[in-house]
């Protein structure tokens, strides 16, 4: 079975650090996305970031970008001076490329800004 | 593009009554999923609906319906509703495959 893993429930930094989220998933696949999204206070679930797997290069978003590692099974979300808009559940996501099946979320990471 | 629509936003019902939730996907987009969403639970898969059909499902129960029209508009109805039913409702749409998932605001829906 296909699963995704954030095994930080909460985190908080302060205001313009650098903050690391961590996600691991479990598949066979060899192609599929990886999908980092966002959940702010008003529920709006918006995408941060969108990672093709047979891409080598790791995709970049203004101030945030990831780390993939697909040996690894690692798809780690890095956010550069970190903005109090920024505080939000943040959501590691998966789905294979060729099969017309679900996504699997994670089940988040609540980051706090701190001015 | 207009975004993707829920309705209503939020709805206040009582046990053992049922209800009727709809989305409304991105113009052109095919793909409509449904999520639960709850403090204890996190985001929890429901169904998919592709061109009318039901493409994939959840592990919720029966009472948890859905359907697809023809214009890509979709509904889901709970029956016989229970307290732990009380959640937040995402629906999310795609072109057609596996891809970004557009997510609506969501229904707010209290079960007292």
């Known amino acids: 079975a296909q699963t995704v893993t954030q095994s930080q429930p909460e985190m908080s930094v302060q205001e313009a650090e650098t903050v690391t989220l961590s996600c691991t998933y479990d598949?066979?696949?060899?192609?599929?996305?990886l999908f980092w999204y966002k959940q702010p206070p008003s529920r709006q679930m918006i995408l941060v970031i969108r990672?093709?797997?047979?891409?080598?290069q790791n995709a970049t978003e203004n101030r945030f970008s990831v780390n993939f590692q697909k040996a690894a099974k690692s798809f780690s979300l890095k956010i550069s001076d970190s903005q109090l808009g920024d505080t939000a559940m943040y959501f590691c996501?998966?789905?294979?490329?060729?099969?017309?099946?679900?996504?699997?979320f994670g089940k988040g990471t609540r980051l706090h800004i701190l001015p | 593009k207009a975004g993707v629509t829920q309705t209503p936003r939020y709805l206040i019902k009582t046990r053992g009554q049922q209800v009727t939730l709809s989305c409304s996907p991105i113009s052109g987009h095919r793909s409509v999923s449904w999520y639960q969403q709850t403090p204890g639970q996190g985001l929890q898969f429901l169904f998919e609906?592709?061109?009318?059909?039901?493409?994939n499902k959840g592990n919720f129960p029966g009472r948890f319906s859905g359907r697809q029209f023809s214009n890509s508009r979709s509904e889901m109805n709970v029956s016989t509703l229970e307290l732990g039913d009380s959640a937040l409702y995402l629906c999310a749409s795609t072109p057609q495959g596996p891809d970004t998932q557009y997510f609506g605001p969501g229904t707010r829906l209290t079960v007292l």
């Open positions: 609906y592709f061109s009318e059909t039901q493409r």
């Open positions: 996501a998966f789905t294979p490329m060729n099969r017309d099946d679900k996504i699997i």
């Open positions: 598949t066979s696949e060899n192609n599929y996305y």
């Open positions: 990672q093709e797997a047979y891409k080598q």
